[in-house]
């Protein structure tokens, strides 16, 4: 456990705690940084308006990103669960091809999808005049899919999706058929089961999947960046403008750690209900 252990404290606990102490501190210069202990950099962002408001917009684009991979993973997974043999390989390796893509690349993709005259525009153009619509609405009016909190939320699902799809494939897979051939000989119907049998069963890999996909989706900041520009700003990307453009270390580091507080009180949480549960069942 020696090597596991000293890197993990080099590379990982050593700078977070560099960071924390950094989030206590003021600069006293454009290159310097002093740790006074003061909690002013934690007020500042908690009484600021706009920063509550850019908080708070992250966490509900989050959850609602988060909300879409789940109901768009779910039957994913299920279809490759049951696939045949010879077809799983297959569909897991096209669920993980885009990770083969530098995720830069698949950001600028999606910008050629949802701009004015993008892909999907031009997709939406062809089915409105191939139906004649414009003879009923007028001319077609291409849709402001880039620059917004949709672009955002299509991009984070997008760019999530797999971290979910694999923790829910790994509980399905592991689900005993026969339980919900029971339930059905049993009289009870496909959504019954299906909310009774299937969903408690495979509820480990609908946590993880969320647990993977909603913290690292509530710190992005190149995504909303690249896609959401200065009309969908997320809490990742102010944190990256105090660390760089602004030269404000401690305050970034606040707006950092505030973001851990808020993870680790979620994860503290369901890990006291899951400890309740468990007690319950014994």
Not at 30 to 58: H, P, Q
Not at 167 to 175: D, G, K, N, Q, V
Not at 263 to 271: E, K, P, V, Y
């Amino acid at each position: 456990m020696i090597p596991g252990t000293a890197w993990l404290v080099l590379f990982f606990l050593a700078p977070l705690a560099i960071i924390w102490a950094i989030s206590f501190g003021e600069n006293t210069s454009l290159v310097k940084t002093e740790i006074t202990g003061t909690l002013d950099n934690y007020w500042r962002a908690l009484s600021d308006v706009v920063y509550l408001k850019i908080i708070w917009k992250s966490l509900w684009i989050s959850l609602l990103s988060t909300a879409l991979c789940l109901a768009i993973a779910y039957p994913i997974s299920f279809l490759i669960s049951f696939a045949k043999d010879k077809w799983k390989p297959l569909l897991l390796m096209i669920v993980i091809l885009p990770f083969w893509i530098n995720l830069l690349i698949r950001t600028y993709a999606l910008i050629a999808v949802f701009r004015t005259r993008g892909f999907a525009n031009f997709g939406l153009e062809w089915i409105y005049n191939t139906l004649q619509l414009d003879h009923l609405f007028g001319a077609f009016e291409p849709l402001p899919l880039l620059y917004n909190n949709f672009a955002v939320i299509a991009g984070l699902v997008y760019v999530f999706m797999p971290f979910m799809v694999l923790p829910l494939y790994a509980s399905i897979e592991r689900l005993d058929k026969s339980y919900l051939e029971a339930s059905l000989d049993l009289g009870a119907s496909q959504s019954r089961t299906f909310w009774s049998v299937t969903v408690p069963l495979t509820m480990p890999g609908i946590v993880s999947g969320l647990i993977l996909v909603f913290i690292p989706m509530l710190g992005s900041f190149l995504t909303p960046d690249l896609l959401g520009g200065t009309n969908a700003q997320m809490i990742g990307n102010v944190i990256e403008r105090q660390f760089k453009a602004a030269n404000d270390w401690p305050f970034g580091a606040a707006l950092s750690f505030l973001l851990m507080y808020v993870t680790f009180g979620a994860l503290a949480i369901r890990s006291v209900l899951s400890g309740r549960k468990s007690g319950m069942e014994v």
